[in-house]
């Protein structure tokens, strides 16, 4: 069953009224938390270390199981037959951890960048490790693997890939041999400058995407002898996503909001007449966009999405036999089978919850064994972990955000000190699951509040669009009720509440000391926009396609200059009152370096101290282990000086004594 992801193509690109807890939340929460006895003080070092093993997959003979581990800080793949105990070391890189990476034949491909810049490179090994090489330039270039052309004829040693090294701001596709190194172009791209691909089961790009203005439009061929012809052109707010190609090669799966829809469905779309004949899955509450599909039976096996948490919807019996054989072994748990061998007896599965990062099986549907065998962190105690809870609030203009509530266990959801913590994006969403920094949080006795503020995704057209041209506005009043509602249930003491983010969620945070300065007792900015002026001109080049429809949804810098000043919060720092602390990527691809300078030199040019990381190999969050040891080390300290024991009076003069 393999898995096919799309990203949407439109992706791409007062106080509250009242509350409703999902899921057994409210009263039944807090008395859970409060029932247990508060658990120890956990090393945060535990919840940012290097898993011990991670991405375990099977190859396609299914001989040998591989998975990620650390090796001098860094994770690097490894390949274990078997039955065997020992494992080989494929990769020996300290540069960067290794990303994503698969099985091709016998050899491995894999991707890492240099120091965060985002300009990934693929390479490829043989499973003991010798003959490893770079497929595509180390430097200035984002790679990317387009297809692995996974068991079609003829092509057991080539992979086709996607680069910008032509032309910075689009991706040309290559046919590469992956034993050789060799590229071979497969389309002159100069003119048409097309940006993205999409091919069929036989490894043919049937089809190519371009952004023009606001709108996008699909370009499609039959054979890779004709040329490409406008297929379907389409409004960035709506949605129109070929999934792939039915088995047949003649026709489409499609995630779409046509036709009226607010939330995106997954159908059968015929190519010639230009129409849905028939709805796999749609969801009446969010967005349905991700199919899953049986590369060896040629069926479509399930329909994936988020709600409050990841849900499926199966679509054929193998696949239901299979679930079903292993639900009764993980009760209490969320599973996942998602990796196979080529026959699909063998089988990779995942099981983990809001306190339990995570364990890997190995399942042998012939024999109908499960065998554990790994866990993601087993340092990590799920009984010392708290419970994530769904919440929805209504906002000052009667809209619901979905959210979630972390209490700290053993303590009384009373008086709390509670951290903010809006998510990046901003057109993306929190869900449920083990999150490091939350439970790094509550472990520390803070109440975390996450809400899916207006923008983000999987909620629908109407949602989404509710967020064009609010940063800093309607989408800052989401986050701002949401703290009231905390206030006004009791839960948090109003004088210790702090509001920490990363990207956009960094901006969340500067918007919220800035625009809401008597909220917030601290905030901690984590690369993340302060000016909207010199964030427009800084995007990397492969964003720049997409630059006419940033205006539509942020502000252009021309016509909505004043509307975009007055978001920008590096232009009110006269207002912040409390304590900020910022971290930084030096290589930064997308909210570059200066987005925090800027603040940085304001605050000190009135005289006040702000507290500043920068990590020079870093780009958009810290990624390399000691890095993420500084920042969530210095972050903790920043924390309890001013909103937990440190914070309280005597605390503060001894460490004013101690100075």
């Known amino acids: 069953m393999k898995f096919n992801p799309s990203l949407s193509l439109r992706t791409i690109a007062p106080m509250i009224l009242g509350v409703a807890l999902l899921a057994s939340c409210g009263t039944e929460t807090a008395d859970h938390a409060a029932m247990k006895t508060p658990p ?56 960067r951890d290794i990303g994503g990476y698969f099985w091709k034949g016998d050899r491995l491909v894999y991707s890492r960048d240099i120091n965060g810049d985002e300009n990934f490179i693929v390479f490829s090994a043989s499973m003991d490790g010798s003959d490893a090489k770079a497929l595509t330039p180390q430097s200035g270039v984002r790679a990317g693997t387009l297809d692995r052309l996974h068991n079609i004829a003829g092509m057991e040693q080539n992979i ?190 995942w099981a983990g919850n809001d306190r339990q990062p995570g364990k890997y099986y190995f399942y042998d549907a012939t024999a109908d064994k499960l065998k554990e065998v790994a866990t993601l962190r087993p340092w990590i105690n799920e009984d010392h972990m708290a419970e994530m809870k769904p919440i929805t609030y209504t906002t000052r203009d009667g809209l619901t955000i979905h959210g979630y509530l972390t209490l700290p266990v053993g303590r009384e959801a009373k008086n709390l000190p509670v951290v903010v913590n809006p998510h990046g994006g ?26 899916n503020f207006r923008g983000s995704t999987g909620y629908g057209r109407e949602f989404w669009e509710k967020s064009f041209k609010e940063w800093g506005k309607t989408m800052q009043d989401d986050i701002t009720d949401g703290v009231e509602w905390l206030k006004k249930e009791g839960i948090a003491d109003s004088s210790r509440i702090a509001i920490y983010g990363g990207s956009y969620g960094g901006y969340a945070t500067l918007a919220g000391v800035t625009f809401t ?61 409390c304590p900020l602390f910022i971290a930084q990527g030096a290589k930064d691809p997308r909210v570059n370096k200066d987005e925090s300078d800027q603040v940085v030199a304001a605050l ?4 006040i101290d702000v507290q500043y990381l920068v990590k020079e190999n870093e780009g958009h969050g810290f990624h390399n282990e000691e890095n993420r040891f500084d920042f969530y080390g210095a972050m903790e300290k920043f924390l309890d000086l001013h909103i937990g024991a440190g914070s309280k009076p005597a605390a503060k003069e001894e460490a004013k004594a101690a100075a």
């Open 40 to 95: 120890p003080v956990i090393d945060m070092k535990d919840f940012f270390k290097n898993p011990e093993k991670a991405s375990f997959q099977i190859s396609p003979n299914g001989q040998y199981m591989s998975y990620r581990a650390p090796w001098h800080n860094r994770m690097n793949v490894f390949v274990q037959k078997m039955g065997d105990s020992t494992a080989t070391q494929v990769t020996h890189d300290t540069i």
């Open 160 to 349: 086709l890939i996607q680069m910008n090294q032509r032309n910075p701001q689009v991706f040309d596709p290559y046919l590469c041999n992956i034993n050789t190194g060799e590229l071979k172009p497969l389309f002159d791209n100069s003119k048409d400058n097309f940006e993205g691909w999409i091919t069929d089961h036989a490894g043919v790009i049937r089809m190519a995407t371009k952004t023009d203005g606001t709108d996008q439009v699909v370009y499609y061929r039959a054979t890779e002898k004709d040329p490409f012809v406008e297929y379907m052109r389409t409004g960035y707010k709506d949605s129109w996503s070929p999934l792939l190609f039915t088995f047949d090669n003649a026709n489409l799966i499609v995630s779409h909001n046509l036709n009226g829809r607010d939330k995106t469905a997954v159908v059968e779309w015929n190519l010639a007449e230009k129409k849905e004949t028939k709805v796999i899955y749609e969801d009446k509450d969010y967005d349905v966009s991700n199919v899953n599909y049986s590369q060896k039976r040629k069926v479509l096996t399930m329909v994936t999405w988020t709600g409050w948490k990841e849900e499926r919807k199966i679509l054929d019996d193998v696949t239901k036999g299979l679930y079903d054989k292993l639900a009764s072994k993980f009760e209490g748990y969320d599973y996942w089978i998602y990796g196979e061998n080529d026959e699909e007896t063998m089988f990779m599965v």
């Open 426 to 451: 901003p057109w993306a969403r929190d869900d449920w699951g083990f999150n490091s920094e939350v439970q790094l949080l509550a472990n520390r006795g803070y109440a975390v509040l996450q809400m």
């Open 517 to 577: 300065p008597d909220l917030y007792a601290c905030g901690v900015d984590y690369v993340g926009v302060s000016n909207l002026f010199t964030f427009m001109k800084t995007v990397p080049p492969y964003w720049e396609p997409f630059k006419k429809m940033m205006y539509e949804m942020v502000g252009d810098p021309k016509t909505d200059s004043l509307l975009m000043r007055d978001a920008s919060p590096v232009f009110f720092v006269d207002r912040i009152k």
């Open 604 to 607: 000190k040019a009135r005289g």
